[in-house]
Every structure is written in structure tokens, then in C-alpha cells.
């Protein structure tokens, strides 16, 4: 596997149902991101980390949970989620999370997600 | 705060023609980054091109090449003899270089349709 890999590509939850997202990227950065992606919208950057050490979280409902194990791994943990919680969800690696911002942000497939 | 605008939802151009997508943002800073993003029906975003806001020269990238004016606060993106695999969402981002962190604000995007 090469860049920035995401499962499952396609998730159908109910409001009451627990599921996690899963990234992995293979580019050996030291940051990686969650975003969200709703229709019509501009992408909504949630979490970042930074050599596994949560930096940013913009106010995001705590029935979204990440988790950064190590610095390859991210995992968006979800519980009781609301219809307008479906999306598309991006995860994003770059090579540091640094003031002066010269890293590209590489990005993975996205987990197409649909409550009911 | 920073703010990245679009101000076309939708754009189409014929094969092997030239077009041109509008960007412009809003930001007090004196130095910073600019991207151009493309993200086709896979749903991966993919970095087109990058422009540092102290480079006065233009960037490119093959058929890729932008038009940046800092003191309009515009940085538009024009793909020459578009080609099929063009057809895509594009968008428009901001990377400030003198706050912390890699923090990305994204505009609403372009829906580009390229016509055989």
C-alpha cells in the first residue's frame, strides 16, 4: 500500500450503532487529519495530531472520537450519530504540523458515511 | 479568520480548450500558502498546484498554472488543452505561515465538466 489508505470506503450506521474509521498512511509523516466533507459545504477540518498528540479540535460533538495509536495510524471512533452526521470523511497525513506551514497535506480516499 | 471564496459552483469546457477557475480570499497576513486541490469522482483530493505568497512568479505544473494577485487577494487556476481525466471538483485552499500548525481553509469548490 502507497499514501494515505481509509476503511471502509462505504459505512451505513444506525443512530444507536458503534463503528470506528479507520486511516493508515505509508508516507512516514508525523501529522495526520480528519475532515469532513458534507454536500455544499467546504471541507470541515476536525482533528489533527501531531506526533500522536491530539493539537486541534475544533469543536467537534463528542460522539466523534479519534484515536492516534502511533503515528501511521488514525482511527475516528463513532457513537450515536445524527443523520446530518452522513458525509464523506477524509483523513490526511503531512510530513509535520509546524508554524510556517511548508507541509502538503496528502490525502486518502474518504469513508462515504450514511446515518439512518 | 481566514475565508476562501469560489464564486463558481460549476464551469464546463470544451476538450483541448482553456479554462479558468476563480478563487479569491480574505486574510491579514502578509505571508502564506495557496493551493489548488482536485478531487475527481474517486472522491481522493489531489494537489494540483502550490503558491508560496512571497513568490511574485506565477507557479506551474504542466498544463496546470495559476495567476496570482496578492494585493487583489485572488490566485485563480487555469488548465490549458483541458483534457477528459480533468473533470473534477477543484478547490481552492489557504495555509496561513505565521500561526501554528497546517491548518487548511478550503473554498466551496468548482465543478469542472470537460466535453468530448
Known amino acids: 500500500e502507497t499514501g494515505v489508505t481509509q476503511t471502509p470506503r462505504h459505512l451505513v450506521m444506525g443512530m444507536t450503532n458503534k463503528k470506528s474509521l479507520k486511516c493508515e498512511q505509508h508516507l512516514g509523516h508525523n501529522a495526520m487529519y480528519w475532515y469532513k466533507q458534507s454536500a455544499k459545504k467546504p471541507l470541515e477540518l476536525m482533528f489533527v495530531y501531531s506526533l500522536e498528540e491530539r493539537v486541534e479540535n475544533n469543536s467537534v460533538p463528542s460522539r466523534f472520537s479519534p484515536e492516534c495509536p502511533n503515528s501511521s495510524h488514525l482511527f475516528l471512533h463513532l457513537h450515536t450519530l445524527q443523520p446530518e452526521d452522513s458525509a464523506l470523511y477524509l483523513c490526511?497525513?503531512?510530513?509535520?504540523?509546524?508554524?510556517?506551514?511548508?507541509?502538503?497535506?496528502?490525502f486518502g480516499p474518504g469513508t462515504r458515511l450514511t446515518v439512518t | 479568520a481566514q475565508t476562501v471564496t469560489q464564486s463558481q459552483p460549476e464551469m464546463s469546457v470544451q476538450e483541448a480548450e482553456t479554462v479558468t477557475l476563480s478563487c479569491t480570499y480574505d486574510?491579514?497576513?502578509?505571508?502564506?500558502?495557496l493551493f489548488w486541490y482536485k478531487q475527481p469522482p474517486s472522491r481522493q483530493m489531489i494537489l494540483v498546484i502550490r503558491?508560496?505568497?512571497?513568490?511574485?512568479q506565477n507557479a506551474t505544473e504542466n498544463r496546470f498554472s495559476v495567476n496570482f494577485q496578492k494585493a487583489a487577494k485572488s490566485f485563480s487556476l487555469k488548465i490549458s488543452d483541458s483534457q477528459l481525466g480533468d473533470a473534477a471538483m477543484y478547490f481552492c485552499?489557504?495555509?496561513?505561515?505565521?500561526?501554528?500548525?497546517?491548518?487548511?481553509?478550503f473554498g466551496e469548490g468548482t465543478q469542472l465538466t470537460v466535453n468530448p
Open positions: 503558491q508560496e505568497a512571497y513568490k511574485q
Open positions: 490526511a497525513s503531512s510530513q509535520e504540523y509546524l508554524a510556517g506551514g511548508r507541509y502538503e497535506q496528502y
Open positions: 486574510t491579514s497576513e502578509s505571508d502564506y500558502y
Open positions: 485552499a489557504y495555509r496561513s505561515s505565521e500561526t501554528s500548525g497546517s491548518r487548511l481553509t
